[in-house]
């Protein structure tokens, strides 16, 4: 009887100790399946980004915008009938524009490789998952929009249009040049400093 009942404890201790392994091995394959079509994912993305980024050679004007980074949480920056807007496109909303300027024409080949420099780095970025949009950016070619973004430098992030599908995109050292142009350009305020979340 006591034989009995060891090689039952036995057996199940064996069987144990196989479902843990076997479990573990799923987990594993899991984790490598999700791997590969993550940074099949991440290519793919890049490979679009650079496609897309050799249209702004024909881009013959930009539009800077100051944004309110609270989205309209603010209250008393929630957005009126008659004030402009900014998409925030991955959240599906919008925010109110605080102000607006256009880049002097022979600064565009500037703005033009410091874009093309921020949304084609292959580096791995660091955004965390928020977005405080301050800085609101607009390139054309007449009167058709060749890129469309909100950005972030808190959350270190923006957004890109995957051919109407819109995700965000860490911020790397690669947006330094459009970094400075933008904070140069369009300064942020004292005020918008103080306001923003510590």
Not at 28 to 53: L, T
């Amino acid at each position: 009887m006591k034989n009995a009942l060891l090689i039952l404890l036995f057996a199940a201790s064996a069987l144990a100790q196989d479902a843990a392994k076997i479990e573990k091995r799923i987990d594993e394959i899991r984790y490598q399946a999700f791997s590969k079509r993550y940074e099949a994912n991440s290519k793919a993305d890049r490979e679009y980004r650079a496609a897309i980024a050799t249209t702004l050679q024909f881009a013959d004007r930009a539009e800077v915008y100051l944004l309110d980074f609270s989205i309209g949480k603010d209250f008393a920056y929630k957005p009126k009938d008659e004030d402009k807007v900014f998409p925030i496109r991955p959240y599906k909303s919008e925010t109110k524009i605080l102000k607006t300027a256009t880049v002097p024409a022979k600064e565009l080949p500037a703005w033009r490789a410091a874009v093309t420099k921020m949304v084609t780095s292959d580096k791995e970025g660091g955004g965390a998952f928020c977005h405080y949009p301050i800085h609101g950016l607009r390139i054309y070619a007449g009167t058709k929009l060749l890129f469309e973004t909100s950005i972030c430098w808190a959350c270190r992030n923006y957004y890109f249009d995957y051919d109407g599908q819109h995700e965000w995109v860490s911020l790397t050292d690669d947006s330094d040049d459009l970094s400075k142009l933008l904070h140069d350009f369009m300064p942020i305020p004292e005020a918008e400093m103080k306001r923003f979340p510590k």
